[in-house]
């Protein structure tokens, strides 16, 4: 919860005044800002953050939410086969790190 306020507390400050009555056009603005300079854990609790606090303390729906999609990271598996073994040396240039 204290993320979640952090967020709204966060985009009060960017735009100097209470966040409940913003366009679509300055969240739009305020997320490309965010992506820009914050972390993408940053961007994907304001992302959270953010309509919790339209539907919950404002009571206003929250529609917008697809147009900030954090990045889908693809992250190698714990145990690697033989054959993405031998891919990943055969991609590696320098025989020291082949080694």
Known sequence: ?????????????????????????????????????????????????????????LNQHWEWLRLVKPLQVKRLPDILTSAEVSIVISLTHKLRYQV
């Open 1 to 57: 919860m204290d993320a979640y306020s952090r967020a709204v507390r966060r985009i009060s400050a960017y735009f100097d005044y209470c966040p409940d009555n913003l366009s679509i056009d300055d969240l739009k603005r305020y997320f490309a800002d965010l992506i820009a300079s914050h972390s993408w854990n940053t961007v994907k609790l304001d992302r959270s953050g953010l309509p919790f606090f339209y539907r919950y303390v």
